[in-house]
């Protein structure tokens, strides 16, 4: 464990922006370019919601609440991936979780970043 490290959570008003950053400095490069990468958010009182993933060949995928607003990516060389959130909505707040799946079925998890939207 330990593996990911996030940033970028915080306070923001309704129709702001944050860009959460995930970064696997101790992991070896081939195992982050192979894994799937995902964040996840849970809401107070509520389960965890697969929020965006996108694939080791760039494929992404979005749950409809957040598309046309929340954007996943990935920079291979710095070990590091991102969901940049434009149009923030009090629904969206909540902890941000980044994950990592391998293709041998292994999760790595960060710790958890608070994002809170106020109205």
């Known amino acids: 464990q330990g593996q990911l490290v996030e940033s970028g959570g915080g306070l923001v008003q309704a129709g702001g922006s944050l860009r959460l950053s995930c970064k696997a400095p101790?992991?070896?490069?081939?195992?982050?370019?192979?894994?799937?990468k995902a964040w996840y958010r849970q809401a107070p009182g509520k389960e965890r919601e697969l929020v965006a993933r996108?694939?080791?060949?760039?494929?992404?995928e979005y749950v409809d609440s957040v598309k046309g607003r929340f954007t996943i990516s990935k920079d291979n060389s710095r070990k590091t991936f991102y969901l940049q959130m434009n149009g923030l909505k009090p629904e969206d707040t909540g902890v941000y979780y980044c994950?990592?799946?391998?293709?041998?079925?292994?999760?790595?998890w960060g710790q958890g970043t608070q994002v809170t939207v106020s109205s």
């Open positions: 994950n990592q799946h391998s293709p041998s079925g292994y999760d790595y």
């Open positions: 101790r992991m070896i490069l081939s195992t982050f370019t192979a894994n799937t």
């Open positions: 996108i694939t080791y060949d760039g494929n992404s």
